[in-house]
């Protein structure tokens, strides 16, 4: 297993990611239109921003380590992903996400993950067609039980059948889940969720996870 790590930066950037977004919604933005529409473009510049260096940093730690470490760095990265499926009387969701991450040790693992979805709503005649990214933390506190915290950026392709829409999505997982060798079952949390811009039904959505 990987090399021991006394805290996981994933972690520290996933929590600081939340602490960003959640103060620059709750700032009162909207006193005239023309301001508006630049507070909402710098929200999202900035939040791809934060993405982006995260990505950077996580990428800069796992070099020092495998640099620092007498272990080979690809003997402590495992391929996987998962995939959720979500069906209703009059809806459709499907979405994989293949990815790669890197054990720090036996409890923590971080990486990335990319990310399609395809969701039909028959009610409103309206397809969605979403890809985007990720950045995931794995902790195992036990060896049957897993948190995952995850923050997904995604591009959202919207037709209602004569209109046509694309915008960014960011959502913010925090997941438990039931793991047994190297397939975790479980339940995540968007704390960032909005009925009106996400794709899901709901801010809870199943888990399927497996690492080779």
Do not use: H
Request: with cysteine; hydrophobic share 40%; aromatic share 20%.
């Amino acid at each position: 297993m990987g090399p021991k790590c006394g805290c996981n930066i994933t972690i520290i950037l996933l929590y600081a990611q939340y602490f960003f977004v959640i103060n620059i919604q709750k700032k009162d933005f909207i006193q005239t239109n023309s301001f508006y529409y630049i507070s909402i473009k710098y929200y999202y510049i900035m939040n791809r921003n934060v993405f982006l260096i995260s990505l950077l940093l996580i990428f800069s730690n796992l070099s020092l380590d495998a640099q620092n470490s007498d272990d080979n760095f690809w003997d402590n990265v495992r391929f996987g992903g998962g995939f959720n499926v979500g069906f209703g009387s009059n809806y459709t969701t499907l979405a994989i996400s293949p990815s790669a991450i890197y054990d720090f040790s036996d409890e923590f693992s971080s990486g990335f993950s990319l990310s399609y979805l395809y969701s039909k709503n028959k009610n409103f005649n309206t397809t969605a067609n979403v890809y985007g990214a990720s950045i995931i933390s794995l902790y195992n506190p036990f060896d049957n039980f897993q948190f995952s915290g995850e923050f997904e950026e995604l591009n959202i392709n919207f037709t209602d059948g004569l209109n046509q829409n694309s915008y960014w999505n960011p959502a913010l997982y925090f997941g438990v889940a039931y793991r047994t060798g190297r397939i975790s079952v479980g339940l995540r949390y968007d704390v960032l969720y909005k009925e009106n811009k996400s794709i899901y039904s709901s801010a809870i959505t199943p888990v399927f996870r497996i690492y080779f």
